[in-house]
Structures are given as structure tokens and as C-alpha cells.
């Protein structure tokens, strides 16, 4: 097989509260041998707020953004869902408008880029098993994951809504998603079906409505753990952020303890493939990672 | 061509209540054989005609444009009259289970209380707000560019899968939700309207306006018309600013932040856009998390906060291409 070679978009939760993510997934890359190019040059994707203030800067940054993968001649991956969805909604909406395209691109030529529409964007989970394959990954399995009931969550942005996912990225069912309860069951675990594995866990709403997120997190904390979950994985690190460090808010909302181990989808295909718990950042994890 | 018709065994559990006889409700099982060629809302006539004659269920035109017969197939949000059941055979296997839009606003079956949908539809002042001249001279025409600017929002039927999906429809009372939203839009993207506003006002009410979205978007998902609420909402937030609407509360902060953050670091500043939305008294309530991030190295400290390389072009790029003010 051709190595594979992917420019990563980290966003800003890599860089700041979620350092396990961009390591793990680092460590992961170097086991599989593929080959990460970092878009150094990237500014935050606006993270699905910024547009709610100022639509066409978003679409100017984002577009700039992708501009760098294309110079490189690269695909595009992303390790956050949000990421993903303003990432592949730029590039949807200047592929199918021409006059915002010309607008867009009028702007970026005062810094000397240029948006053509070249690199694809995708979620680093679907460059793992659409590009480099589920069989691939479990033929290289050194620690299966065979003890282990995990609990699969989603993420919207991810999954939803299926006209933009099928044009980039996995292409999900958003009602019966499979990826990583296949990726699970690669890995040698079990994985957990539960009711909210492709619901909201609120983080956008926080600050502004923190009941209803403290809700979304603590119900799907709930369902996962009365579902027998030992932990929990998610290829979001603002899921992750949410169900990880939010548990005592969620806790009171739903009037239940629930407070479980979260993993990033990296950290989990990291663990199996034998991949050490320094490597994978483990102790950077508020809900404490007790069972390695 | 006409492809061959294929029969598939089938069991449906089927969620049973009546509001005025059954403490709680049930689900019974239902197996039949079905073809490719049936949709939901035929196995919901089988099951009143073959099973039970007291089976209730709402549905009129059976054409997809009276949204009445709106229920859930395992979770999935459907119109009954239009959903093949070979698709959700594929989708989910051959065990489906169906209930009513919402269980706890249920009265007999499948069949809702949609109050609180009429009511949120009736606040954001669902009509033209204008003043027509009754004995005009000439016809008031409207363009096609202008017509389009609706986006398709005037399609709506109004069936209540959008709202019932709605995550916060179900934990936060006040919200007005997807459907409405998307009405509210309809109107404000009308030209001959002038309530704009006023219904600016409505939807930018912390609790129950557009600011409580949560961006999960299953009612663009849910949406058997395409009428994309989601998109609706984003204009409406968009609108908000551009009106000079914006109330200076978290929420308006959080949004705009990101423009600072970005224009200082290219990346966000993560604690910063907390203290700037919540304000200096507000963020202290996040302090104790914080001081739990901390101990565990998820908190970057200002003077170490990451930048973009070729940050001069971030910044040009925000001054020269900012089309919005706060
Ligand atoms: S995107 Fe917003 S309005 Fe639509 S379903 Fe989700 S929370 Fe409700
Ligand atoms: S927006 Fe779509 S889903 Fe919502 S009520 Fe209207 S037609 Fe139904
Ligand atoms: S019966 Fe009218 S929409 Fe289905």
C-alpha cells in the first residue's frame, strides 16, 4: 500500500485543553505509518459560533484554511467534529456558488491564496477505515481491547446532516451510525449500544444555556452507563470536553452520579495497538482513566 | 423498468396508549408480511384493519403535504405515508418499532397533543406584518431573486418532526424550536414585511430564542421538505447583528469573542472567550472546573497561548472582510 499522507487541521482544543488528542493521534499516525503534514497556518474554524456573528468571515478563514491542504496538495483531516462540519460546509457551499466563490477568493488574493475546490476534507476516524481500512487496523491489534464493554458516542457534527456527510466524510447513517462500533469491534471490544450514542451532548449551548447541556451530557452518560458501559469514546474533543470534565454539573442535572472514563477515538486504537499511556496522554483526563 | 416486488417478514412493536383508559403506556407486537412496495402508513392501515380496529393514527392527504401523519420509526422522525418500509428494513433490520412524534404528550397511539407546537408557531407572529392598500393600483409583484431570498423556508408543512427531534424542545420549555424559527425567518426574508424587528426581538430572547440551539442539527435532518431549519437560525442570528438587535449578554459575547480571539491569536484563546462572554464576575463559576483542568494540563496560560503562523494574513483577512458589528 502507498503510505498515506494527510495535512491535519488540529483546531484549537488540540492545542489548548485536550493535548491527549493531538498526541494520541501522533502516536497512532507513527504506528500505522502514516504520514501527518500539520496546517501550521490554520486559524480557528469559528467553531460554528463565529458564523452566527459574521457568516462571510467564517467562510473567509475556513476557505483559507483549506486553501493551505490544497498548496499542499494534500487531503485535508480533521480531528474535531465542529471542525469537520465548518471545514466541509465551506467547501459545499463555494463548490456549489460560483459569485461566493469569486467574493471568497477576492479577499484570500489580498494575502496571495487561493480557494479552487481540490482537497478533500474528511475526520481523521474515516481516513482510518475508509483509506487505510478496519482489516488493516485489526491485523495490527497487539492488545485487544477484549475486556472491555465501550460505549460509542457519536457527535452531531459528524453525522449529521447526511447530504454534507455523504459528500465528504463517512457518509453515516445519522440514525444507526457504525463506524466506531465497528472500529470497536476491530479493536477486539464490545461495544455498547445505548439510545444516545448519536445524540447532542449540548457543548455549543453551554455557557448560554447551561441547564439544557448539563442535561445532554449527564443523559448520555446515563445511557451508557445503565448500559453496562466501562468507558466511553468519541472522535470529538468537544464531546469530549463535555462528558469528561462536566460530570459534576451533569450530575446534578439529571439528580444521578454519573461520571465515567472518556477516550478519544485515537487514544482507543492507540491503546490497542500497544501504543504506551504517556504516548497517549492518559493523564490529562479529568474523569481519571483507572483501568489501564 | 418496473422492478420485481419482494416480501419481507416483519415485526413491528407498536407503542399503545390511551390517554383515558391506561395508566402507562405499552408497546404490542405486530408481524406481518410486507412488500417493497408499502409504505409506514400502510402498515398502520393493516394494523387497524387486521388487528385492531381501535389502532389510532393521524393522517389526511397521504401525499406528503398535510404533515399530519408524522411519527417515529426506531427514533428516526418519518412521514408515514412517505417512508418506504424497504428503506428502514435496510436501515434497521426487520424489527421497527414505531411511537408517536412525542410519548409524553401522547393521547391514543400514535396520535399527539401538538399544542405547544401551535403556540410557538403563534409567537413569532406567523403572517405578513404589513400594510396592504385595500384598492390598490397595481399588483405587488414580487421577483424571483426575491422570492428565492425565502430559501425555501415557505414550504414548511408544518408536521412537528422537526420540533418533536429537537433535543431542547424536550428539556427547555420556553424555547420556541426549529419549525418556528424557520417561520419566523420566512416572514423576516419576506419583502413586503415590516414586522421584522419586532420578530427579531421574539426569537433573540435568552431561554427562548435562537441562541439556545445547541447546533445538533436534527431538524435539518428530520425535515422530509428540506426547509433546513438550521440554516434559518444561522440567518436569524446573522440578522440579529445586523439590525443592531444584539442584546450584550453571554450569549451575543460568546459569538462575537471568537472575531477577537481570532484576530489576536488566529486560534481561539479558550479561557479568554469564557471571561469575555461570561464577564469577570460570571466566569467565576467555572473556576472550579477550571482549577480541575488545570491539575490535569488543559489549560494553556496566556503567556504560553499558541498563535497561527502567518497570523499578519489572519488579521488582514478579519480587518478587510468583517461584514458584522457589535
Ligand atoms: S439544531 Fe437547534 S433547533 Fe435544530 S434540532 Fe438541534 S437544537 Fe433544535
Ligand atoms: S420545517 Fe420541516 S420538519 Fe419542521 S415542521 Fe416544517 S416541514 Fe416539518
Ligand atoms: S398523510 Fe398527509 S403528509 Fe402524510
Redesign the interface.
Same mark, same amino acid.
Given at each position: 500500500m502507498k503510505q498515506l499522507e494527510y495535512a491535519l487541521f488540529t483546531g484549537?482544543?488540540a492545542? @489548548?485543553?485536550? $493535548?491527549e488528542q493531538l498526541m494520541s493521534t501522533y502516536a497512532v499516525a507513527n504506528k500505522l505509518g502514516i504520514k501527518i503534514v500539520e496546517l501550521?497556518?490554520?486559524?480557528?474554524c469559528?467553531?460554528?459560533? #463565529?458564523?452566527?456573528?459574521?457568516?462571510? #468571515?467564517s467562510l473567509?478563514?475556513n476557505a483559507?484554511n483549506i486553501a493551505y491542504a490544497e498548496k499542499r496538495g494534500m487531503t485535508m483531516i480533521t480531528i474535531c467534529n465542529t471542525c469537520q462540519i465548518n471545514t466541509a460546509m465551506t467547501k459545499h457551499r463555494l463548490d456549489h456558488d460560483a459569485a461566493l466563490k469569486a467574493r471568497v477568493n477576492e479577499? #484570500?488574493a489580498?494575502?496571495g491564496?487561493e480557494y479552487k475546490g481540490t482537497s478533500e476534507i474528511k475526520h481523521f476516524l474515516y481516513a482510518l477505515i475508509d483509506d487505510f481500512g478496519l482489516d488493516q487496523i485489526q491485523s495490527m491489534v497487539s492488545v485487544p481491547l477484549s475486556q472491555f464493554n465501550i460505549a460509542p458516542f457519536y457527535g452531531?457534527?459528524n453525522i449529521?446532516?447526511?447530504e454534507l456527510q455523504h459528500e465528504s466524510n463517512g457518509g453515516e447513517? $445519522?440514525?444507526?451510525p457504525r463506524s466506531l462500533d465497528d472500529l470497536i469491534a476491530a479493536l477486539g471490544g464490545k461495544s455498547v449500544d445505548y439510545?444516545e450514542k448519536n445524540?447532542?451532548c449540548?457543548?455549543?449551548?453551554e %455557557?448560554?444555556?447551561p441547564?439544557?447541556?448539563a442535561?445532554?451530557t449527564g443523559k448520555a452518560l446515563m445511557g451508557a452507563m445503565d448500559q453496562n458501559a466501562d468507558w466511553m469514546v468519541t472522535p470529538c474533543p468537544l464531546c469530549h470536553l463535555k462528558l469528561d470534565?462536566?460530570y459534576?454539573?451533569a450530575s446534578k442535572a439529571v439528580g444521578r452520579d454519573v461520571k465515567m472514563p472518556v477516550l478519544h477515538m485515537q487514544q482507543m486504537v492507540g491503546l490497542a495497538l500497544g501504543c504506551s499511556k504517556e504516548e497517549l496522554g492518559l493523564?490529562?483526563?479529568?474523569s481519571e482513566v483507572n483501568f489501564i | 423498468m418496473v422492478s420485481e416486488i419482494t416480501t419481507t417478514r416483519v415485526t413491528f412493536k407498536v407503542f399503545r396508549f390511551n390517554m383515558e383508559t391506561d395508566y402507562l403506556p405499552y408497546y404490542k407486537t405486530y408481524e406481518m408480511d410486507v412488500t417493497s412496495e408499502e409504505v409506514v402508513l400502510d402498515i398502520l392501515n393493516r394494523i387497524k384493519w387486521e388487528f385492531d380496529g381501535s389502532f389510532s393514527y393521524r393522517r389526511s392527504c397521504r401525499h406528503g403535504i398535510c404533515g399530519a401523519c408524522a411519527i417515529k420509526v426506531?427514533?428516526?422522525g418519518v412521514l408515514a405515508c412517505k417512508e418506504r418500509i424497504n428503506d428502514l428494513i435496510a436501515?434497521?433490520g426487520t424489527e421497527l418499532r414505531f411511537d408517536p412524534l412525542s410519548e409524553k404528550r401522547a393521547i391514543k397511539d400514535m396520535i399527539i397533543d401538538k399544542k405547544d407546537f401551535w403556540v410557538k408557531h403563534e409567537q413569532v407572529n406567523p403572517y405578513l406584518d404589513s400594510h396592504i392598500e385595500e384598492h390598490p393600483d397595481m399588483e405587488c409583484a414580487v421577483t424571483p431573486a426575491q422570492a428565492e431570498a425565502l430559501l425555501d423556508a415557505d414550504y414548511c408543512i408544518q408536521c412537528g418532526l422537526c420540533h418533536y427531534s429537537c433535543?431542547?424542545i424536550e428539556?427547555?420549555e420556553e424555547y420556541i424550536g426549529p419549525a418556528a424559527f424557520a417561520k419566523a425567518y420566512r416572514f423576516n426574508a419576506d419583502v413586503r414585511d415590516d414586522g421584522i424587528d419586532h420578530r427579531i426581538d421574539i426569537i433573540n430572547a $435568552?431561554?427562548a430564542g435562537v441562541?439556545?440551539?445547541?447546533?445538533?442539527? @436534527?431538524c435539518?435532518?428530520v425535515c422530509p421538505k428540506e426547509v433546513?431549519p438550521?440554516e434559518k437560525i444561522?440567518k436569524l442570528?446573522?440578522q440579529v447583528?445586523e439590525h443592531g438587535r444584539a442584546l450584550n449578554?453571554?450569549?451575543?459575547r460568546?459569538?462575537?469573542g471568537?472575531?477577537h480571539?481570532?484576530k489576536k491569536h488566529? #486560534? %481561539?484563546d479558550?479561557g479568554e472567550l469564557?471571561r469575555y462572554?461570561?464577564g469577570n464576575l460570571g466566569v467565576m463559576k467555572h473556576v472550579?472546573?477550571a482549577i480541575?483542568?488545570f491539575t490535569?494540563?488543559?489549560?494553556?496560560l496566556p503567556w504560553n497561548m $499558541?498563535k497561527?503562523?502567518?497570523l499578519d @494574513?489572519?488579521q488582514? %483577512?478579519?480587518k478587510?472582510?468583517?461584514?458584522?458589528k457589535?
Open positions: 484549537c482544543t492545542k @489548548e485543553s485536550t $493535548p501550521v497556518e490554520a486559524s480557528c469559528g467553531a460554528s459560533h #463565529l458564523q452566527d456573528y459574521d457568516d462571510f #468571515l473567509v478563514l483559507r479577499k #484570500l489580498e494575502v491564496l452531531c457534527h449529521r446532516p447526511s447513517n $445519522p440514525y444507526n439510545e445524540k447532542c449540548g457543548f455549543h449551548a %455557557l448560554q444555556a441547564h439544557t447541556a442535561m445532554l470534565t462536566q459534576a454539573h493523564k490529562h483526563h479529568v | 426506531n427514533g428516526k436501515m434497521f433535543p431542547v428539556i427547555n $435568552p431561554g441562541w439556545d440551539c445547541v447546533k445538533c442539527y @436534527e435539518t435532518q433546513d438550521f444561522t442570528h446573522n447583528f449578554n453571554v450569549a451575543t460568546h459569538a462575537v471568537f472575531a480571539s481570532i488566529g #486560534l %481561539l479558550e469564557v462572554s461570561e472550579p472546573v480541575k483542568m490535569k494540563g488543559k489549560i494553556v $499558541p497561527s503562523e502567518n @494574513e489572519i488582514k %483577512l478579519v478587510s472582510s468583517s461584514t458584522a457589535f
